[in-house]
C-alpha cells in the first residue's frame, strides 16, 4: 500500500515536473510569436516562419561569444516552437474527433436492428423486454431500402404489409389523408424538392408538423440543409424515425426546369 503511495507520488511530481518545463516552453514561444507578430503584422499568415534571422543581425560583430549564445539562443527557440507546433496540431485533432459525432445522421451505422437486450436503448434488466419483437425477424417481410433500418416503410404502408393503429385507444379511427405536394426550389443546379403531404399525412396528424416545425404556408419557412442535419426542420424527423438524409434523391426528386433564356438557345 505504502509503495503504490510512493509511486503515485513519484509519478504527481514527475506530471508537476513535466507541466513545468511545458510551461516554460509555451512562455518561450509566446514570447517569440509576440515578437514575431509586431515585425509581421503585414503578413499575418506566416505561421511556419522560424525566428532564427533577425538574432544575429543584433549581436555585436566580433563577439564568438556572443554568436554562439545567439546561435543556441535562437535553435532553443526553434526547438520550442516546433514543441508548440505539436501540440496546436495534436489539440486540432482533438477538436476535429469531438466534431464528427455531430453528423451523425449522415453516417451509415455499422450495426442496425440490434436485438432488443443489445441496442442500447431498452433497460436489458427489465424482464418485460422479452416480449418485444426481434428486429431482424419483425422486418424479414417488409421491402428493403438502403438506409437507416433498411425497410422501405411507406412502401410497407403502401403494400399493406403493415397497417398501424391511428389512435392507441380507439382501433376504428382514421386519419386525415392530404394529398398536397409542396415544391421548393433551393437555388443553384440541386434538384427540387418535393414534400408530399400525402407520404406523411399517412403516418403524422397534422399537429406533428404546423404550427410548431412548419408554419402552414407555401415558401413561409426558411430550410435549408444546415439546419436539416443539425436536426431542424425536416431533420426533426429525418435520421431519426424517417429515412436520413444521406438519401438525398428521395427529397431532391424533382428535375429542375431550364430557364426560358436557357431553352431558348437553339
Ligand atoms: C411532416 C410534416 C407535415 C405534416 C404532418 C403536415 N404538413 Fe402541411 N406543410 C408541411 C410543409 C413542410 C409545408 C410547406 C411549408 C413551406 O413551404 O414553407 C406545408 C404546407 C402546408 C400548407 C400551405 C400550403 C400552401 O400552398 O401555402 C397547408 C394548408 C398545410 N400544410 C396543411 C396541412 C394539413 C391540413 C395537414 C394535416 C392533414 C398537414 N399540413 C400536415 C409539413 C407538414
Ligand atoms: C414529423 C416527422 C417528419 C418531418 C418533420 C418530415 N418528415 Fe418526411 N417522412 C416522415 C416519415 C415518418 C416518413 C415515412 C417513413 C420513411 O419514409 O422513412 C416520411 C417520408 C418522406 C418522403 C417519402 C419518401 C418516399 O419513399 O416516398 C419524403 C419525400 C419526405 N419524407 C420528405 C420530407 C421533407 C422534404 C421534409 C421537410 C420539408 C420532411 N419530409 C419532414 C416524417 C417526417
Ligand atoms: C429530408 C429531405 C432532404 C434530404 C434527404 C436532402 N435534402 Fe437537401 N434540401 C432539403 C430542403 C427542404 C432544402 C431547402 C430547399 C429550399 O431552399 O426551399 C434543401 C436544400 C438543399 C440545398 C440548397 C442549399 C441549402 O442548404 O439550402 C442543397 C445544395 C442540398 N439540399 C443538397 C442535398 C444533398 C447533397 C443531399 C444528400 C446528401 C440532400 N440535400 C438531402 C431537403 C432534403
Known amino acids: 500500500m505504502v ?43 506566416q505561421k511556419t516562419a522560424l525566428p532564427t534571422p ?5 549581436t555585436p560583430s566580433g563577439s564568438p561569444i556572443a ?21 496546436a496540431a495534436a489539440q486540432e485533432q482533438v477538436q476535429a474527433n469531438i466534431a464528427i459525432p455531430f453528423n451523425r445522421t449522415m453516417r451509415l451505422l455499422q450495426t442496425y436492428n440490434l436485438p432488443p437486450t443489445q441496442d442500447g436503448i431498452h433497460d436489458p ?25 433498411r425497410v422501405n416503410w411507406v412502401a410497407a404502408l403502401g403494400e399493406k404489409k403493415i397497417i398501424p393503429r391511428w389512435d392507441i385507444a380507439d382501433a376504428q379511427a382514421e386519419g386525415l389523408v392530404m394529398d398536397m405536394n409542396i415544391i421548393r426550389t433551393p ?14 399525412t399517412e403516418w403524422l396528424a397534422c399537429s406533428n408538423c404546423h404550427p410548431a416545425i412548419f408554419v402552414p404556408q407555401k415558401g413561409a ?37 431550364l430557364s426560358k433564356n436557357e431553352m431558348d438557345v437553339p
Open 125 to 149: 434488466a427489465n424482464e418485460g423486454i422479452n416480449m418485444l419483437h426481434v428486429p431482424l425477424e419483425a422486418y424479414a417481410d417488409l421491402p428493403r431500402n438502403q438506409a437507416g433500418n
Open 3 to 45: 509503495r503504490i503511495m510512493q509511486i503515485k507520488d513519484g509519478v504527481a511530481k514527475l506530471t508537476l515536473v513535466l507541466l513545468f518545463v511545458v510551461g516554460l516552453l509555451q512562455v518561450a514561444n509566446a514570447a517569440t510569436q509576440s515578437n514575431k507578430s509586431k515585425k509581421q503584422q503585414a503578413v499575418p499568415t
Open 67 to 87: 554568436s554562439i549564445r545567439a546561435t543556441a539562443r535562437a535553435s532553443a527557440l526553434a526547438a520550442a516552437k516546433a514543441q508548440a507546433d505539436a501540440e
Open 221 to 257: 419557412n426558411q430550410i435549408n440543409m444546415r439546419l436539416i442535419l443539425s436536426g431542424e426542420k425536416c431533420g426533426v424527423c429525418h435520421g431519426k424515425v424517417a429515412f436520413p438524409p444521406s438519401e438525398c434523391r428521395l427529397c431532391h426528386s424533382q428535375k429542375k426546369e
Open 187 to 200: 437555388r443553384g443546379s440541386i434538384p427540387n424538392v418535393v414534400f408530399p403531404h400525402k407520404q406523411h
Open 54 to 58: 533577425e538574432i544575429p543581425a543584433r
